[in-house]
């Protein structure tokens, strides 16, 4: 079966340093990937996706940047923070091709707050 | 501005009570997803519907896709303070990149035991 990994849970950050969140599947091959960013009880915007290694698509503006170094990694990056960077970060992932009930499964998130 | 807008935005009732959720486009969807959501977590898919005019049920929960596409109905009957969360509707549109999934705005509903 398939899983997602999402790490670290939580993160403390101050303003200006860097940021590196990471997400891993497992038991599927060549998966689209996603980065969304939540506000609190809202719903989500899509701030990157993947449909294969080296390929992103970016959806927003913004100062973070994604990559996807392995077939089964997806990473998000910031060389420096800023307040408005602090939600709750939710990657996820949904089978390759263009079927149109193609749904996305999550990982568990995280929370990072930037002081 | 929204691709999907969900109403109500938030939404509070006693258990056993009947509740209707929108999620409303201008755009046509392929297939439309509904998910919910617990704090702290990922959104857990609960049903897709691909065909216009489509109704599914699971359990307590009806979902409905509209005839043209572009909107759908979640309807729960006797709420139980369990259905309590955020749920999300989520289209992935006929034109542009079927791989992207657009998220509505959100339904936060507390059901008051």
């Known amino acids: 079966s398939q899983t997602i990994h999402q790490w670290p849970a939580t993160l403390v950050q101050p303003v200006g340093s860097p940021l590196s969140l990471e997400c891993t599947v497992e038991g599927t091959s060549n998966p689209n990937l996603y980065w969304y960013r939540q506000a609190a009880g809202r719903g989500l915007q899509l701030l990157f996706y993947?449909?294969?290694?080296?390929?992103i698509s970016s959806e927003v503006p913004q100062n973070l940047s994604a990559s996807r170094p392995q077939d089964r990694q997806f990473i998000l990056s910031s060389k420096k923070l800023l307040l408005s960077d602090s939600g709750f970060y939710l990657c996820a992932w949904s089978p390759p091709g263009q079927g149109a009930g193609t749904e996305a499964f999550f990982g568990q998130g995280t929370r990072l707050t930037v002081v | 501005t929204q691709l999907l807008e969900q109403s109500p935005q938030f939404l509070s009732i006693q258990e056993g009570e009947n509740l209707t959720v929108y999620c409303n486009s201008s755009?046509?969807?392929?297939?439309l997803q509904w998910y919910r959501q617990e704090p702290g977590e990922g959104p857990v898919l609960l049903v897709t519907v691909v065909t216009g005019g489509e109704v599914k049920k699971l359990k307590r929960l009806t979902f409905q896709f509209g005839d043209a596409r572009k909107d759908s109905s979640l309807h729960i009957t006797a709420a139980q303070p369990g259905d309590t969360g955020l749920y999300l509707c989520a289209g992935r549109r006929s034109s542009g990149s079927a791989r992207q999934l657009t998220f509505g705005s959100g339904t936060q509903l507390t059901v008051l035991p």
């Open positions: 993947s449909i294969g290694i080296d390929q």
């Open positions: 755009s046509v969807f392929s297939s």
